[in-house]
């Protein structure tokens, strides 16, 4: 199975995060590898999927038994056989390991870099047939630093003996403790390393709410003519009318999606490639393959699934380091649509959550206040100044005190039962006598006609930015119904404030009594 496949089958991603898929390949090639990546920044993934595309067994060795046996569980619920050999086993687990072991059908064995002291534990290694060494936390074998695990310093003697490809993580970055690392695990020989950050400085971030997507698009396209460019959307069918209204105003533009036959998709990979100034409309299935450096830019028509795939995403403009730009377009429809794929989908209900999770991430930098990058390198472990080269560095957003609204619209959902959508929601606070308002005796609730300083628009705009910020959920069970979430109880109650962007709302309406 190739590395992309056993990323979604097994692991249950849909794109690598940032470094990861550079070092996956070093590691599945057999390099020596060592790689820097700030602490929840997805190393383990990094020798898990190797271990899975080579042969033998991969020898984990990490210092803290609790994240050992946290991981063998999450291999073992994907279907993969993994073991440890802690001091926390009870007898049938280590007896469980050993068999595996002898029987060849374990993938990875975890261990505490104290076993190797065990007597008889080289020997068993040495005839396990491991393919591979993998060492957690390895500035664990710096002398000087607060870690030092002396035992870790056996790992480049097993190394010799097995005579086989270590790959070494850490998420300390100092010089001192790399040329420890590389001296004590590979005998000083350098191994491929890991250490470029995730920033990506030349592209350009932005965000823009969806108000007449198309005409955005050709608007983006236009000031770009003659660039390269891709533009993702998020049906089939839109890659084909997108296309061709690019074609129309003269663009050179053309479609691509998992729809098609292979060898029309090759033409197109093959057009791209050829081609300067080639625009490529297209779903997520346009990318995996695609190495080529001078991408100008990418648009997102859609909104994508998750904050990952947003960054593998708007990743294939600038590989050459010129400037390149990037455009997101995204509307409270997305965000229904991306929720519904994620309760609708056969994940388990921890992946599902996982999922969420990632959707709101995306979410949150969509909605962000300050700096787009800060947002978005901090969601991957990663500190960074305010960049210079995003739309919100470029022009602040505004913001205003979004406590009242909110807690108006909270409290329309809440009166209503939590069983109306958005639009009803807004026709209560407008106080609008419609149908529907009638006939369920909304004019009678107290919140009727209460948020009559802010217009329609305005309206719609803070209902997205309450799902955006994730207080309100579309209830797949109550058709798209809208729900309060926990993260929205504190507002409620009066015991947390929020702020909303203004730049978005766009004043409609005359001198509202509540200034925004
Ligand atoms: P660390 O680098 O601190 O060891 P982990 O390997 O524990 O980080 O990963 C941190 C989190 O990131 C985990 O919850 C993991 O499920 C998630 N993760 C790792 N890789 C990806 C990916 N490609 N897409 C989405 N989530 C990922
Ligand atoms: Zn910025």
Same mark, same amino acid.
């Given at each position: 199975?190739?590395?992309?496949?056993?990323?979604?089958?097994?692991?249950?991603?849909?794109?690598?995060?940032?470094?990861?898929?550079?070092?996956?390949?070093?590691?599945?090639?057999?390099?020596?590898?060592?790689?820097?990546?700030?602490?929840?920044?997805?190393?383990?993934?990094?020798?898990?999927?190797?271990?899975?595309?080579?042969?033998?067994?991969?020898?984990?060795?990490?210092?803290?038994?609790?994240?050992?046996?946290?991981?063998?569980?999450?291999?073992?619920?994907?279907?993969?056989? /993994?073991?440890?050999?802690? $001091? #926390?086993?009870?007898?049938?687990? +280590?007896? %469980?390991?050993? &068999?595996? @072991?002898?029987?060849?059908?374990?993938?990875?064995?975890?261990?505490?870099?104290?076993?190797?002291?065990?007597?008889?534990?080289?020997?068993?290694?040495?005839?396990?047939?491991?393919?591979?060494?993998?060492?957690?936390?390895?500035?664990?074998?710096?002398?000087?630093?607060?870690?030092?695990?002396?035992?870790?310093?056996?790992?480049?003697?097993?190394?010799?003996?097995?005579?086989?490809?270590?790959?070494?993580?850490?998420?300390?970055?100092?010089?001192?403790?790399?040329?420890?690392?590389?001296?004590?695990?590979?005998?000083?020989?350098?191994?491929?390393?890991?250490?470029?950050?995730?920033?990506?400085?030349?592209?350009?971030?932005?965000?823009?709410?969806?108000?007449?997507?198309?005409?955005?698009?050709?608007?983006?396209?236009? /000031?770009?003519?003659?660039? $390269? #460019?891709?533009?993702?959307?998020? +049906?089939? %069918?839109?890659? &084909?009318? @997108?296309?061709?209204?690019?074609?129309?105003?003269?663009?050179?533009?053309?479609?691509?999606?998992?729809?098609?036959?292979?060898?029309?998709?090759?033409?197109?990979?093959?057009?791209?490639?050829?081609?300067?100034?080639?625009?490529?409309?297209?779903?997520?299935?346009?990318?995996?393959?695609?190495?080529?450096?001078?991408?100008?830019?990418?648009?997102?028509?859609?909104?994508?699934?998750?904050?990952?795939?947003?960054?593998?995403?708007?990743?294939?403009?600038?590989?050459?380091?010129?400037?390149?730009?990037?455009?997101?377009?995204?509307?409270?429809?997305?965000?229904?649509?991306?929720?519904?794929?994620?309760?609708?989908?056969?994940?388990?209900?921890?992946?599902?959550?996982?999922?969420?999770?990632?959707?709101?991430?995306?979410?949150?930098?969509?909605?962000?206040?300050?700096?787009?990058?800060?947002?978005?390198?901090?969601?991957?472990?990663?500190?960074?100044?305010?960049?210079?080269?995003?739309?919100?560095?470029?022009?602040?957003?505004?913001?205003?005190?979004?406590?009242?609204?909110?807690?108006?619209?909270?409290?329309?959902?809440?009166?209503?039962?939590?069983?109306?959508?958005?639009?009803?929601?807004?026709?209560?606070?407008?106080?609008?006598?419609?149908?529907?308002?009638?006939?369920?005796?909304?004019?009678?609730?107290?919140?009727?006609?209460?948020?009559?300083?802010?217009?329609?628009?305005?309206?719609?705009?803070?209902?997205?930015?309450?799902?955006?910020?994730?207080?309100?959920?579309?209830?797949?069970?109550?058709?798209?119904?809208?729900?309060?979430?926990?993260?929205?109880?504190?507002?409620?109650?009066?015991?947390?404030?929020?702020?909303?962007?203004?730049?978005?709302?766009?004043?409609?309406?005359?001198?509202?009594?509540?200034?925004?």
């Amino acid at each position: 199975m190739s590395a992309a496949t056993l990323l979604r089958d097994v692991f249950g991603f849909d794109a690598f995060r940032p470094g990861q898929q550079d070092i996956v390949q070093a590691v599945v090639d057999g390099q020596n590898t060592l790689a820097i990546m700030p602490t929840g920044g997805g190393k383990s993934l990094c020798f898990q999927l190797p271990a899975l595309v080579r042969d033998g067994v991969t020898v984990v060795i990490s210092p803290l038994i609790a994240l050992m046996r946290d991981q063998v569980r999450g291999l073992r619920e994907a279907g993969v056989e /993994a073991g440890a050999l802690t $001091s #926390g086993n009870t007898p049938e687990e +280590t007896d %469980a390991v050993w &068999e595996a @072991l002898e029987a060849g059908t374990l993938k990875l064995l975890y261990m505490a870099p104290e076993r190797l002291a065990a007597g008889g534990t080289m020997n068993m290694l040495r005839r396990a047939g491991i393919g591979l060494i993998a060492v957690d936390e390895a500035h664990c074998v710096s002398q000087w630093g607060h870690d030092f695990r002396p035992d870790y310093l056996r790992i480049g003697e097993l190394r010799r003996t097995l005579n086989v490809p270590l790959a070494a993580f850490t998420a300390t970055a100092d010089t001192e403790t790399q040329v420890e690392i590389v001296e004590k695990l590979f005998d000083g020989a350098q191994p491929a390393t890991f250490l470029r950050g995730f920033d990506r400085p030349n592209i350009h971030l932005a965000f823009a709410v969806k108000d007449g997507p198309r005409a955005q698009i050709l608007n983006f396209a236009a /000031a770009r003519k003659g660039q $390269s #460019g891709i533009v993702y959307t998020g +049906t089939r %069918a839109k890659t &084909e009318t @997108l296309s061709k209204a690019l074609n129309d105003v003269g663009h050179s533009a053309c479609f691509y999606h998992g729809g098609m036959e292979a060898e029309d998709r090759r033409i197109v990979e093959r057009r791209f490639q050829q081609e300067d100034g080639l625009i490529v409309c297209a779903t997520v299935a346009f990318g995996m393959g695609i190495d080529k450096p001078d991408i100008r830019w990418v648009a997102h028509a859609d909104l994508p699934k998750s904050i990952e795939a947003y960054y593998q995403e708007i990743g294939r403009a600038g590989r050459d380091g010129d400037p390149a730009e990037t455009l997101t377009l995204f509307g409270p429809d997305d965000i229904r649509y991306r929720r519904q794929q994620v309760d609708e989908g056969l994940a388990p209900p921890e992946r599902r959550a996982a999922d969420h999770g990632r959707l709101n991430a995306l979410l949150g930098l969509a909605e962000a206040l300050h700096c787009r990058r800060q947002t978005l390198l901090g969601y991957f472990g990663e500190e960074a100044a305010p960049c210079g080269n995003c739309d919100l560095c470029d022009k602040p957003a505004e913001v205003f005190d979004g406590t009242t609204p909110v807690r108006m619209a909270l409290s329309a959902a809440l009166r209503t039962e939590e069983w109306f959508g958005s639009g009803h929601l807004i026709d209560i606070l407008l106080g609008n006598t419609t149908d529907k308002i009638q006939q369920c005796g909304h004019d009678s609730l107290p919140t009727y006609g209460v948020g009559k300083d802010y217009d329609k628009r305005q309206w719609q705009a803070i209902f997205r930015q309450m799902m955006g910020h994730d207080l309100l959920r579309p209830d797949r069970d109550r058709h798209g119904a809208l729900r309060m979430t926990e993260k929205a109880r504190p507002i409620l109650r009066g015991e947390a404030t929020i702020e909303l962007r203004r730049d978005t709302i766009k004043a409609a309406k005359a001198g509202p009594k509540v200034r925004m």
